[in-house]
């Protein structure tokens, strides 16, 4: 199968019109549907609006929405002739010939599949008069028509070449349509193909659907076989999206239109449309980087010796130390100009083919990353996620691969059982959560696990875990469920490194022993743990004296502690799965925020 | 009935178990609901904790939430039991001698009321033993037990004088459950009242708890008549809020425990406990204040000059001026600093009783702003709305009223028709928008219009009309339903004034004439008012002509145009409501923002 049309609804970005159609054409989209609302607000005439897109090379798919036009008495029926009218005029001059027709939800209407086909009929007579056609849609939630079964009995009753159907992924499958029949449409009834996902969702289909629709990939919607059903009944149109979403709204149209189209380019995948090389396997984390000032990476460098870590070279160009235990590599770049900072500037996975990985990067609309470098350094590709942090795809055991960038200074000592990397966790800005799934789902190969939600001390998180098959590389997304404002803590879009630890316990009474940072957790968090999970009273207390803490869930237990900050958002974590625990602790990450914070308030003297 | 006392539980507000505590002081509440999950991430001990409550005047009524007790096997009510007796034990040192046990929602669970009224009589043995009680509260989405009749019938049965029942609102209210039976239930089985408002959303009722829930008055919950059952029970206990809302979460705690307090004494009123004398009437705005710098004043006053307004005085000791038509008045203050400023600084309502006004806010939880004026000046009080905004009561007739702090320089010229202020629309910050609602229903007497939703060129906006008893004050509330980001329009929180006109399109007919900075309206906009209304066409161009708006309700129709901005935020509006319309315009507000944005970027050079 080749290569579909892609469109994107205007509808689907935040901005002017001119802001939409810019973003949509630089994402590499072919063409768009025009939001009605959008053309209304702009300066631009209908033509001019025409013009620019065919410079940027998009074509007008569909003109949308016109509502309220079918089974109403023969006086409404003339005002809403004369409307289509007008609207066939603006049409014309933009250079479309496809109109959507959304199922009535009007009190004029009537309840009668007849009068509904005739008058369809009749507004198709006058759209073919004038070069165009008419998709009709069944709205979720429209008065009379709400399924696409029913639309396409009016439609097929009407039986007009100008009259087809329009199918929304969303009015289908928030309703728990079965889109099987879809197969027995004629592929020349359908005119257009709508694609939104969305989280499952207990609400209101009509607030769920204004609100909360994503893009594919990223909510729970089967669409790979909603889609497939279309294209096997002969749908020859663009694969187009319609999201109504609130977060992305109001975000910049620019990256939430190449997330749009690597939603799309993951589902065309899906689809068996060969638009990427697979991704290859991964094998674990090759390293970590901080960056941070050279005051904060003193500190660091002292934290990571307290943890057991063994500084084991130095980049030959750069001013990168790196840091080793037990298979878990950590770079500290001192590169940051600004007091009092820290951060994960790039994680790094071991690749089976990374220059395969770098490929389909690219392919999924995450291009490689320029990057300085000496002439003997290895060729690293690396490409940013959705916050900025950089991905590098490695293979750490070829012979010129990145360890041949850094002379080594010394060998690892015996440390304190850490093995590697359990997972990175990283705070997203908020308009990109969502599209940081989609990006370590597309790019990465990551499968997402479930989004849980808890009420830490300054407001309402989240956090969802994105997870390789083997469980070699997990990575932690976190974010807010409200955009921060003003009030807010000290500690602002934490990130962390876990490592995987063999004995938590035995490493944290060497840490206790060791004066190392390790983060104070309260009485008062033990106390509860022994209310809830009756721990060995000897446990408990060490867990209590050593400030680890603890969680269970059905497959196992996890033991683990955290560091103070270094700088004003990086902290490490130590953590032990035992038997088959999947999660990441995030009951307890409200101690954690409160804890951190009361450090930063007493480091600041507040 | 003497006021009741008032509580918090510590979940309804952002911050710290410490930082919530002092809020909630500072508000003026008498005790706290401490939620669990506040004190476990707590460094403070419960007893010190306790102390704490003590010092800032707080009483600790209710330890919440123990879950998942009752109905149980043996094994896991031995579980249970230990679990409360180690809850018991923070509860001692807290100095809370109630706690709260939700039905329960667990699988271990069976549905039998007599095993389940059994259990709960060993916990209330236990817990009277230790001087404690429990209050059993059935939770909306409780496994067996949802229903507060039905927590009764437990309650009842188990017939232990240490075990009652707790009453939320948001549980009953949220089933259509009906308060009247609470009076058949004796005051002393009566332990607790929890109050929440929400908006009336069609939801899952756990999600809806949970992210959704009000302060009483910001909602559509009748908690009057729930909250009268409850006295009228025999109920001696406080009334408190618990609340779980997302955006409290995360906002200051201080604002938000006074926004609390608030409509904790609306309540009270309309319970007919005496904590506020009545709102007096109002009769419109006595003015409205601009603050502008220098430069921008100045285009302001050219402004005011174009719409027919005539400098008429000038104050007294400050740099404000006086500017009228037709009983409209403006002020504009040229104190801002900043260039390209202009702001609604003040607004004034005539008040039948401006003193009875100004003691009334101060019941209401907004104290009389400190005001420097000179020896002769007229003695206004203002209090501040949640946008900062001051809010004056003013008798303009009385002889040393404002009007005598201005000395008179000229006499309205003839105009252009306006007759008044039909409305100021503010934009309020996105953590306060339901509390300036309350702040405008309880301090001025307005009454709530129904929220409407749009989607704007950079986000989806919400409006709310405020309105008095005979419509001659109305503030339009205006804010983004997603916190804005970086990404955002030229204009920022836009605010204006809104005029009342005879004849909207004679006025605009004159401006067009005089080169009066009135926005520019595209042509898009007037074929879709064509393609909708099917206006005449002359009435149609001459709209067209003069960037006239248009729009129709079930009352009436509605002209209106607006000025360009002055300054980053600030416009003028001239509106003509035709018979009895109603709104403010809202489905016209997308295509002024747009056309405010093409404006600033022109500006700009952009």
Redesign the interface.
């Known amino acids: 199968m080749s290569e579909p049309r892609r469109s994107i609804a205007t509808?689907c970005l935040?901005?002017?019109l001119e802001d939409k159609l810019a973003a949509a054409a630089a994402a590499g989209f072919d063409g768009v549907e025009i939001f009605?609302?959008?053309?209304?607000?702009?300066?631009?005439?209908?033509a001019e609006i025409g013009v620019r897109c065919r410079d940027l090379g998009l074509s007008v798919d569909l003109y949308q929405p016109f509502r309220d036009f079918e089974a109403v008495p023969p006086a409404r029926l003339r005002?809403n002739l004369?409307?289509a009218e007008?609207?066939f005029?603006?049409m014309e001059q933009l250079g479309a010939d496809l109109v959507l027709v959304c199922s009535t939800v009007s009190p004029d209407a009537v309840d009668d599949d007849e009068l509904a086909a005739e008058q369809l009929r009749t507004l198709a007579q006058r759209a073919e008069a004038r070069g165009m056609r008419v998709a009709y849609e069944a709205l979720a939630w429209g008065r009379f028509v709400n399924t696409y079964e029913h639309s396409w009995r009016i439609v097929r009753r009407a039986d007009h070449p100008a009259l087809g159907l329009c199918l929304d992924t969303f009015h289908v499958l928030s309703r728990d349509g079965d889109p099987a029949l879809i197969r027995t449409i004629p592929g020349e009834k359908l005119f257009f193909l709508q694609l939104a996902d969305a989280p499952q969702?207990?609400?209101?289909v009509l607030?769920w659907s204004r609100?909360h629709r994503l893009f594919p990939g990223q909510g729970s919607f089967d669409l790979a076989t909603f889609a497939g059903n279309v294209l096997e009944a002969g749908y020859t149109g663009p694969l187009s999206l319609e999201v109504f979403n609130?977060?992305f709204?109001?975000?910049?149209?620019k990256p939430a239109a190449v997330d749009a189209m690597r939603s799309l380019r993951m589902l065309e995948e899906q689809l068996g449309i060969p638009v990427a090389e697979p991704a290859p396997d991964l094998d674990g984390y090759a390293f970590t980087e901080l960056v941070a000032d050279p005051a904060t990476a003193t500190r660091l460098a002292e934290g990571l010796a307290a943890l057991g870590f063994t500084e084991t070279g130095e980049h030959r160009s750069k001013p990168v130390r790196r840091w080793e235990q037990g298979g878990a590599r950590v770079l500290i770049n001192t590169t940051a100009s600004t007091s009092d900072t820290a951060e994960i500037g790039a994680l790094a996975v071991e690749s089976s083919d990374p220059l395969r990985s770098a490929r389909r990067a690219e392919a999924m609309s995450s291009p490689i990353l320029p990057r300085e470098r000496g002439p003997q350094e290895a060729g690293l590709s690396s490409v940013a996620a959705p916050d900025g942090t950089g991905v590098f795809f490695c293979d750490t055991a070829a012979p010129d691969g990145w360890l041949s960038d850094f002379r080594d200074t010394a060998t690892p000592g015996r440390g304190l059982g850490v093995t590697g990397i359990d997972h990175v966790s990283l705070t997203q800005p908020?308009?990109h959560f969502d599209e940081a799934a989609l990006f370590c789902r597309s790019v990465l190969g990551l499968e997402p696990e479930e989004i849980t939600e808890y009420?830490a001390?300054?407001?309402?998180v989240r956090n969802r875990g994105m997870v390789d098959a083997t469980c070699s590389v997990r990575i932690a997304l976190n974010g807010?469920?409200?955009?921060?404002?003003?009030?807010?803590p000290a500690v602002r879009d934490p990130q962390h490194i876990a490592f995987t630890c063999t004995g938590v316990i035995a490493a944290a009474e060497h840490l206790r022993a060791s004066g190392a940072p390790v983060l104070?957790i309260?009485?008062?968090?033990y106390?509860?743990l022994?209310?809830?999970f009756?721990l060995r009273p000897e446990l408990l207390e060490t867990l209590r004296r050593c400030s680890v803490l603890y969680d269970r869930d059905a497959g196992g237990e996890f033991l683990h502690l955290f560091t103070e900050l270094f700088g004003s958002r990086v902290f490490l974590e130590l953590v032990q799965r035992v038997d088959d625990y999947a999660g990441y602790g995030v009951a307890n990450a409200?101690?954690r925020?409160?804890?951190h914070?009361?450090q930063r308030m007493t480091a600041s003297g507040r």
Do not use: C
Not at 36 to 46: M, R
Not at 201 to 204: R, T
């Open positions: 509808v935040s901005g002017t009605e609302n959008d053309l209304i607000a702009s300066a631009a005439s209908p005002d004369r409307r007008r609207k005029d603006v969702l207990d609400m209101d607030q609100h609130d977060v709204r109001q975000a910049d149209p908020f308009d009420a001390p300054f407001g309402m807010t469920l409200v955009r921060r404002g003003e009030w807010a104070s309260p009485d008062n968090y106390d509860d022994d209310a809830r009756g409200p101690v925020m409160a804890a914070r009361r």
